[in-house]
Nanobody
Framework: EDPLVQSGGGTVQFGGSLRLPCAAS????????MAWIRQAPGAGPGEGLEWISSIDMSGGTTNYADSVKGRFTISRDNAKNTLYLQMDSLKPDDTAVYYCARHPRGFIVRPGTTPKTGEYDYWGQGTQVTVSA
């Protein structure tokens, strides 16, 4: 069973909203910080990846890339073992494949810093988000 299973995604118009869920299983969800990463259109495997947000184990500390700050909101429901990404005021530049990912045990979410490449140990399968002009 895949530890992270994504749903949602699709096509939305410029200025619209979308919420992406990511359901976790097979591990104690509340023991791990989580993240969202996106991959630019046309990028090859492992290329064009952009970290966009992280959230700590309790949901009390969040961190965002400047490109999405003020428009996207990361959240989690530990009772439901689910991570969310609420995306508002979407723009065509937000078109990408979106992945949820698990940070390694003990990872600390530090606002204003960007996680290093590789600071994720499980990934969801990805979901396409397309924003039309």
């Amino acid at each position: 069973e895949d530890p992270l299973v994504q749903s949602g995604g699709g096509t939305v118009q410029f200025g619209g909203s979308l919420r992406l869920p990511c359901a976790a299983s097979g591990f104690t969800f509340s023991n791990y910080a989580m993240a969202w990463i996106r991959q630019a259109p046309g990028a090859g495997p492992g290329e064009g990846l952009e970290w966009i947000s992280s959230i700590d184990m309790s949901g009390g500390t969040t961190n965002y890339a400047d490109s999405v700050k003020g428009r996207f909101t990361i959240s989690r429901d530990n009772a439901k073992n689910t991570l969310y990404l609420q995306m508002d005021s979407l723009k065509p530049d937000d078109t990408a494949v979106y992945y949820c990912a698990r940070h390694p045990r003990g990872f600390i979410v530090r606002p204003g810093t960007t996680p290093k490449t590789g600071e994720y140990d499980y990934w969801g399968q990805g979901t396409q988000v397309t924003v039309s002009a």
